[in-house]
């Protein structure tokens, strides 16, 4: 796959993009786990992250999960904005301007629990926002407030912004640890339930904007294969975990319904909702063809083939294991892989995924009958 090839499609992709960008908004107010985290689980101080994390675009770790950009770094480049800084982003002089972003590693849409990896599920990113934005208005009304609009919102881009959303994923694969099948995919309604309780207040705050991402195929995250794929009948043609992957489809048949119903509810509204599934199969089942050579083999990890995935250390970590000094390394090439360590994407792939979203071919309403130019992709 040529490097220089997905830097010259994607920079025309952007640039075509933001020239003439019918969804064009002031700000990007972001909610989800470590799909879409720019850095508030690390700043958190819960957990940290070493190198190679970030190395492929930032040089070094970024808070981001990935060995560079996320798609919604990818989609921000498109909409010719800068790069959301985290909620909890307290050094390096953080600016607020264009939005925030309230998404943090290891979040669900139902309430934490004393188990939880991250404290910060929906619920609480929402009354993060809120506070965000109660203190905003707070300080533009004081005296001084006009200095600040370099660093903060102005108060019509909480109504005219973006709130994009991805969150979901750890809400499914972690309660296959403890519950059925059959349980989870019960739970669903519950999840979805809270999930349209967070979107409302949010809308009685006056979002109008709504971008929404369904979950991927979880089933072929390494991650979930290494644990529950041990019998091959367990998986599917392409190596993925069969029970994963079902619940992810009914978590997003249900999740797409809940969109469609908002949009008839919303009348004042825009709800978009975004197959991310059906974009990541795609990618997975023709890897080959689009110039990746693995299509669920970790890149940052340790153990080798056919996963190269250990759940006792995790990428960038030297650890004893059995009597030995072990680290979980890179590998050579980040952009021959999709699956990055085990749960996350590598830049390569996020840059298709995103490459795809612009499309408008996988939203609901489709937007590609607005998009200003021809794609014609090579990767």
């Known amino acids: 796959m040529s490097t220089l090839t997905h830097i010259l499609t994607f920079f025309l992709l952007c640039f075509s993009f933001a020239r003439s960008n019918p969804f064009s908004r002031p700000a990007v107010f972001n909610f989800g786990d470590s799909n879409s985290d720019t850095g508030c689980l690390v700043g958190a101080a819960i957990e940290s992250i070493n190198p190679p994390y970030g190395h492929r675009f930032f040089g070094h770790p970024s808070g981001r999960y990935c060995d560079g950009r996320l798609v919604v770094d990818f989609l921000l480049d498109a909409m010719d904005m800068p790069f959301l800084n985290a909620y909890l ?20 849409v139902l309430p934490a629990t004393a ?31 006009k200095k600040l609009d370099k660093y903060l919102p102005a108060e019509d881009y909480f109504q005219k912004g973006l709130y994009m959303f991805d969150i979901g994923q750890n809400d499914l694969a972690g309660a296959f640890y403890s519950k059925t099948l059959d349980q989870i995919l019960a739970s669903i309604p519950t999840i979805l339930a809270e999930f349209e309780s967070g979107v409302q207040r949010l809308y009685d705050q006056g979002a109008r904007n709504f971008w929404i991402h369904n979950t991927g195929p979880l089933g072929c995250l390494a991650q979930n294969v290494a644990k529950f794929g041990t019998d091959p009948s367990k998986l599917d043609e392409f190596g993925c975990v069969s029970s994963h992957n079902q619940a992810a489809k009914l978590f997003n048949l249900q999740l797409h319904a809940l969109c469609k119903k908002l949009q008839g509810q919303y009348t004042d509204g825009n709800i978009t909702y975004i197959d991310i599934y059906s974009i990541k199969s795609n990618l997975i089942a023709n890897y080959s063809r689009l110039g990746f ?39 050579d090439d980040s952009s021959e892989y999709i699956n990055w360590d085990g749960i996350h994407y590598t830049e390569a792939a996020n840059q ?3 490459s795809q979203i612009l499309t408008g071919k996988y939203s609901d309403p489709p937007f590609s009958d607005k998009m200003p130019f021809l794609l014609k992709l090579k990767f």
Do not use: W
């Open 115 to 145: 188990t939880s990896v991250s404290p910060f599920s929906f619920g609480v990113q929402v009354n993060q926002f809120l506070h965000f934005k109660a203190r905003v208005l707070e300080l533009r009304e004081g005296k001084g407030g």
């Open 293 to 331: 050579q693995q299509p669920i083999m970790v890149c940052c990890g340790y153990g080798g083939p056919p996963l190269n995935y250990d759940s006792r250390i995790v990428c960038g970590q030297t650890k004893m294991l059995n009597g030995t000094l072990v680290t979980a390394k890179g590998c």
């Open 352 to 354: 298709y995924v995103s």
């Open 89 to 108: 982003d307290s050094i390096g002089a953080p600016n607020f301007r264009k939005g925030c972003n309230y998404a943090a590693a290891g979040s669900t």
